[in-house]
């Protein structure tokens, strides 16, 4: 089989598992079951899901005449990292409400590099820096977006207390009234953020090493490079300084949740936004 059709095939039934994972997932929210079986079979099907993810994400990056990586890439690997934490984390923590909300959201990025083939990154693939740098800046754009998402749960709850008779009218009362306490998740919150921070913080020193070794100096100041590293710092500043006001201030409800999401939006715009203008907008793929 070429590759491109079991590219194709494989894409298509990773994506259709995940809406799977979302529909038992979000079924299994509604209905009253036990606490131990709630989420068995989303979970049972996540590894499944994850498995087929890593596949078509590697025949993505390597499977295209050598490495490629783009935006599309990006937000695959992202969701994906994402994913095994959730499915990590769920048996230690309850965060597994969230599949419903991941899973749609994984099924649309696993299959966007076929779409969107990214750049050439022959020379510098074979660079152990910027092997490290592609890793560690994943491992924080994912433990980030699972901090995103989390804060946006946080958020639905918060509204539903202040107004409950919204959750009952659009059916969310009792899948709401069934996840841990609003303190609870926001203590979650800020150990994924603080977990998301040392990442970046690594990602943005990774990143100078990297330069420095393909280009022999620590920052390349070409447009690309400024936009992301503008954005990427400014991310770093806001993720830093809500984890500051927490420590000194005690910062926490709504204001954490402002703060998470700039962060992440920032965050975003750092190296996806970047990516798709260049490779959507200004159609610079090569």
Same mark, same amino acid.
């Given at each position: ?11 298509? =039934?990773?994506?259709? &598992?995940? !809406? *799977?994972?979302? @529909? %038992?997932?979000?079924? #299994?929210?509604?209905?009253? /079951? ?9 979970? =049972?099907?996540?590894? &499944?899901? !994850? *498995?087929?993810? @890593? %596949?078509?994400?590697? #025949?993505?990056?390597?499977? /295209? ?29 309850? /965060? ?191």
């Amino acid at each position: 089989m070429p590759s491109t059709e079991f590219y194709g095939l494989a894409g298509a =039934a990773t994506a259709l &598992v995940y !809406l *799977a994972i979302a @529909a %038992v997932g979000w079924t #299994e929210l509604r209905v009253d /079951l036990p606490e131990g079986r709630r989420f068995g079979l989303a979970s =049972a099907l996540m590894p &499944v899901a !994850l *498995a087929g993810h @890593a %596949v078509v994400l590697g #025949e993505a990056v390597f499977g /295209l005449g050598g490495l490629r990586f783009g935006f599309a890439h990006a937000l695959s690997a992202t969701l994906l990292v994402t994913g095994i934490l959730l499915w990590v984390e769920g048996f230690f923590v309850p /965060l597994r409400g969230l599949y419903w909300l991941v899973a749609p959201i994984a099924a649309l990025t696993v299959e966007l590099p076929a779409f969107f083939p990214g750049v050439s990154l022959a020379a510098e693939g074979s660079s152990d820096a910027m092997r490290l740098h592609l890793t560690v800046a994943i491992l924080a754009y994912s433990v980030l977006t699972v901090a995103a998402l989390h804060a946006l749960l946080m958020a639905t709850v918060d509204h539903y207390l202040h107004q409950p008779a919204a959750g009952t009218r659009h059916g969310l009362g009792p899948v709401l009234s069934r996840l841990p306490p609003l303190l609870a998740l926001e203590s979650l919150l800020f150990r994924q953020i603080a977990v998301g921070f040392a990442l970046l913080s690594a990602t943005l020193v990774s990143g100078s090493i990297f330069s420095e070794q393909l280009f022999g100096r620590p920052l390349q100041l070409d447009h690309t490079t400024v936009h992301k590293m503008v954005f990427a710092l400014l991310a770093w500043l806001v993720f830093g300084g809500l984890l500051a006001g927490r420590a000194v201030f005690g910062w926490r409800g709504r204001t954490a949740l402002r703060w998470t999401f700039t962060g992440f939006v920032l965050l975003l715009l750092a190296y996806v936004g970047s990516r798709f203008v260049l490779e959507v907008i200004l159609r610079r793929v090569a």
